[in-house]
């Protein structure tokens, strides 16, 4: 038999609102355990819990029956006051009930997915949203989590199934008038648009990714040059230590924060220059690293001065720094001054960092991939679309079928139609517990 579950859902005690979640068969049994009558579903209702016949509490309580629930199942929320006291009480009360049991991280989601309450694509979609820090990420992840990739996922099918049933009718039907000629090129057609169009969901991938974990800007330069100023000033508070004495930066300090509604994460770094000393010359070799690795580099000199790598980076921006100084003049229109100390330029350089993250950012008409895996299948299926493109006229027909079944199946695995029990572990194991 099934348990039920229970959790503490909302956020640690004490707190001004604790609730606590449960599902499973034996739900209803809860509110006779604290003498009270099931509510009417979906209807909150002001209730004394009571526990060997002492008031423990008073808090809303609510019933959602199944399958018209979140997990699919009878579930039951309980809106405590957020005690410590209270809410080991009332835990403690459930755990004693027969086939009651403390939920596992992730299993209200999970029993959900089972249920046919969502499908995969909508419950990593949801560890997203719960994690999500900026506008930007929620955005992203409401996609998923409202079922806009699983419709364009099985869209997909659809449309592979419909060209497998041409191919098939090629087949067995192909000298009957009622089957239409050259089905078999209007078909490749129809798969070189569809794959075209899976390749460029593929491809906003990265800048998903970008929006997920964060915009990395490496701030770069020569010792003193004004780097770890600037993320004092952007931090709007003393996060890096700031001396004249050069090489005081030796390790990499990181700081979030919300430009535009996107996530940005501003990475100070040791000053990049030839050095005898064996700890700053670990911490400039892990500069250069960084700097490799970084989605945008501000490059920041005092004079004006050209970065030194022989391979620019991808994406880098010219700052000028120290512009209340009488020596900072810009050499050319390519850089921008800037000063961390009375803020002269500071606005301009958000804005031109939040432009070159917006150019890295997939389009809204767009469902990037949410996680590796999705993508991993995504890829897997536009394989398969191009291998039988590839093939169209070399193979017979029954094996370019084959592909095209095959491209479904990759895309079946993204929603969990077909998924093994260990990967279903990894994924809902990310939850906290309670969700």
């Known amino acids: 038999m099934v348990d039920t579950i229970f959790a503490l859902s909302s956020g640690a005690v004490p707190s001004g609102v604790a609730i606590i979640r449960i599902s499973g068969p034996s739900t209803v049994a809860v509110f006779g355990s604290f003498t009270l009558e099931v509510p009417t579903a979906r209807q909150a209702v002001l209730r004394n819990l009571e526990i060997d016949g002492e008031i423990v509490d008073s808090g809303l309580v609510l019933f959602f029956p199944g399958p018209h629930s979140f997990t699919g199942e009878d579930v039951a929320e309980l809106h405590l006051h ?55 990420q929620r955005r992203l992840a409401m996609g998923g989590a409202a079922g806009e990739q699983r419709s364009l996922i099985r869209h997909w099918q659809d449309e592979l199934t419909v060209l497998r049933a041409r191919l098939e009718a090629e087949i067995d039907f192909s000298d009957e008038a009622d089957v239409p000629e050259d089905v078999s090129k209007a078909a490749r057609q129809s798969l070189e648009a569809l794959t075209a169009q899976m390749e460029r969901h593929l491809a906003s991938f990265r800048g998903a990714e970008i929006i997920r974990r964060g915009f990395r800007v490496a701030l770069a330069g020569r010792p003193n040059a004004g780097k770890s100023s600037l993320l004092n000033r952007f931090a709007g508070r003393d996060v890096a230590i700031v001396t004249d004495i ?75 720094s120290k512009a209340d100084s009488n020596a900072s003049v810009a050499p050319d229109e390519d850089w921008l001054a800037v000063s961390s100390c009375s803020g002269e330029g500071i606005d301009s350089l958000l804005d031109a960092i939040a432009e070159r993250l917006k150019d890295q950012v997939p389009a809204t008409d767009l469902l990037p991939p949410a996680t590796e895996r999705q993508r991993d299948q995504l890829s897997m299926a536009i394989r398969h679309c191009k291998n039988a493109i590839e093939s169209w006229d070399k193979r017979p ?13 990759a895309l079946g695995r993204i929603v969990g139609q077909v998924d093994a029990e260990q990967l279903l572990d990894d994924i809902f194991a990310r939850f906290c517990i309670g969700k």
Do not use: C
């Open 397 to 409: 027909v029954e094996l370019i079928a084959e592909d095209l079944r095959a491209a479904s199946f």
């Open 82 to 136: 957020g005690s410590p006291a209270v809410v080991s009480a009332v835990l403690s009360h459930l755990s004693a009930l027969e086939g009651f049991r403390a939920a596992e991280p992730g299993e209200f989601t999970r029993r959900a997915f089972a249920n046919g309450r969502m499908d995969l694509t909508e419950a990593e979609s949801l560890a997203q949203l719960i994690e999500s820090e900026t506008e930007a």
């Open 246 to 320: 050069a090489g005081t930066t030796r390790d990499r300090l990181e700081v979030s924060l919300d430009i535009q509604g996107y996530k940005v994460v501003l990475v100070d770094l040791a000053g990049l220059r030839e050095t005898e000393d064996l700890v700053e010359r670990v911490g400039v070799e892990l500069a250069h690293m960084t700097v490799a690795e970084a989605d945008l580099v501000l490059w920041m000199d005092e004079e004006g001065h050209e970065p030194p790598w022989q391979e620019e980076p991808s994406e880098t921006l010219k700052v000028l």
